[in-house]
């Protein structure tokens, strides 16, 4: 995985103020270039020709309070305030003045003075954003003045190897024309700024640098395919941009509120890797493995529990575990979905209501035990060391019971655990003592796999191997 990420800079605007005025095009720039014509010479002066004047550059002053510095304390006067500048791009979507852009370009500034290609400077104001997708829209007051825009393509529609274009202001150079291709699509692993909660980049080697964030990524017919969003700081030519579609598909809310209100089902999971799919009795490694239920909440409603693997949402198939919160928080509240899963080998199905996503997060329901005290003791077929958990240390890690994992042999066949997890449940059975994982071992087929679910680092997780 990336580690190391480069933001410049410094979800949308939404319905239509006029509701006889569409929010955005559809229709193709007059490029010369359609979905079967061969590339042509001169095809890319003439997306850049069309589409730059719709391309702006834009500037922000955020005020930074500083922290109070004893030079100033004894003197009896205020430290200053810093001003910070930022710089991006955006692209205009629609005549009256609504911009696209990233949410990190704009976050937090006092002023947004946006600049067009022809010269002209204008000053925005925010409509909304939404931190999740990195996602922005902000506006200029223009009266009955008209501006060119630029037609919002079906990034779904991008294949792997298409050509695409980015136009920005990449390190203070506007209007910067660079081209590549499609490198990648459905990039979930990559988490830039470490808030952006539903990533799904385009990936690309279009070069883009400090400046492009905010910034279109056209096809060749002129249609925005996506928003540029972020670099690797330790690549050359991997770029990250916002599917548009996945823009499109909060333009309403942003405009009507300035923020996104998701939808939610309550579940904690984590990824099926093929070692938990044997142990699941599943075929292929896939879906979400649910690892912990909210109490109230949607799933836990409909019945679903820790342990289920949910397959498909609404109809859609759940090939990696993160499709489901994307599908899921773009649903919408009270919205009544199909959920199909697997739970103990057999396919079922059950309709649950999605609720409003809640601000703060809930605990996870926990299964119930006592609390004793023994002395740790080995267990070879694991090549462990396990001892219950003391009353304070379940406290601690908010949990009720469990065996803890004091030291692990190098030869353990236990991989994927670690000193100092908690077995909650082995098998699908509840552990409290060590003698509780004997006693499960003395039933289980050698050569087979075993599921087990640990507390760990606050969170939980299934681990899966053969024994």
């Known amino acids: 995985m990336l580690k190391h990420w480069a933001f410049w800079g410094c979800l949308l605007a939404a319905t239509p103020a006029l509701a006889e005025a569409p929010f955005w095009t559809e229709s193709p720039l007059d490029t010369g270039i359609g979905a079967n014509t061969p590339l042509t010479a001169n095809a890319f002066s003439r997306l850049a020709a069309a589409a730059a004047p719709a391309v702006v550059t834009i500037e922000t002053e955020t005020v930074r309070h500083q922290q109070m510095d004893p030079f100033f304390y004894f003197w009896g006067m205020d430290a200053p305030d810093l001003m910070q500048k930022g710089a991006g791009s955006g692209f205009i979507i629609r005549k009256d003045g609504y911009i696209l852009s990233n949410n990190h370009v704009v976050e937090g500034a006092g002023r947004i ?23 922005a829209v902000i ?44 490198s990648a699509k459905g990039r979930r692993e990559v988490h830039p700024d470490g808030r952006i909660q539903y990533p799904d980049f385009i990936q690309t080697d279009a070069s883009i640098n400090p400046g492009n964030s905010g910034g279109p990524l056209f096809n060749l017919r002129g ?10 700081a330790q690549g050359q ?6 599917p548009i579609n996945m823009a499109k598909s909060i333009l309403p809310q942003l405009i009507e509120s300035g923020s996104v209100e998701r939808s939610w089902i309550g579940v904690q999971i984590q990824e099926v890797t093929k070692d938990l799919a044997q142990a699941f009795g599943l075929d292929q490694a896939q879906g979400a493995l649910i690892v912990s239920v909210v109490d109230g909440s ?68 926990r299964t119930k ?20 958990l003391s009353a304070a240390k379940a406290r601690q890690l908010g949990i009720e019971q469990g065996v803890l994992i004091t030291a692990m042999n190098e030869d353990s066949p236990a991989r994927g655990l670690r000193v100092g997890d908690v077995i909650v449940r082995f098998n699908g059975k509840d552990v409290e003592t060590p003698e509780d994982i004997k006693k499960i071992l003395k039933d289980h087929r050698k050569g087979t796999a075993v599921r087990i679910l640990v507390q760990r680092e606050g969170g939980r997780a299934f681990v899966g191997f053969t024994l």
Do not use: C, W
């Open 237 to 242: 030519g991997i770029g990250f941009a916002v």
């Open 113 to 135: 003075d946006v600049h067009l290609q022809d010269g002209r400077s204008f000053e925005a104001k925010l409509v909304g954003t939404d931190p999740a997708t990195d996602v």
């Open 139 to 182: 506006k200029l007051d223009l009266g009955s003045e008209e501006l060119p825009v630029v037609p919002l393509g079906d990034s779904d529609a991008l294949a792997i190897g298409d050509f695409v274009a980015a136009i920005g202001n990449p390190l203070g150079l506007s209007h910067t024309l660079t081209v590549g291709i499609v």
């Open 223 to 232: 249609e925005v395919v996506g928003i540029n969003t972020a670099i690797s």
């Open 369 to 388: 035990g006592l609390e004793e005290q023994q002395k740790a003791v080995s267990l070879d077929a694991l090549g462990l060391k396990l001892a219950p």
């Open 298 to 365: 949607p799933a836990a409603q409909a019945g679903l529990k820790e342990g289920d693997i949910i397959l498909k949402f609404d109809g859609k198939k759940i090939q990696r575990h993160n499709d489901l919160p994307l599908l899921a928080s773009t649903a919408g509240v009270g919205h009544r979905a199909e959920v199909e899963y697997v739970r103990d080998g057999k396919k079922k199905t059950v309709d649950l209501t999605l609720e409003r996503m809640p601000g703060k997060s809930k605990k996870a329901s």
